[in-house]
């Protein structure tokens, strides 16, 4: 994919306000922002057809879904207790 922002200047100047914390690219149709803040709560990725709607969403992105787990370190495992497997109590 070609990326010729030098003939586009409204890309050149969202990558221009908004590159601190947004990747900004776009296709014929589309308008896709990805953050550059791995710790960020929100949308990681935006895509909107709409320009004023993709601006609204730069400036206060939507909750992302889920749980970001990227930095998380991993997670302790603990042994079952007595009595109990992973999954629950023993049967019988």
Known sequence: MKDDVGSDPLLRLLRHHYGERW???RTARLW??????DTARHAPTLIEEDLETFIRQLENPPAGAGRATARQGPRE???PRNGTTENG????
Not at 32 to 37: F, L, P, Y
Not at 89 to 92: A, K, W
């Open 89 to 92: 109590p023993l049967e019988g």
């Open 23 to 25: 990747s900004i690219r």
């Open 77 to 79: 495992r603990t042994r």
């Open 32 to 37: 896709i922002a990805t953050t550059m803040d």
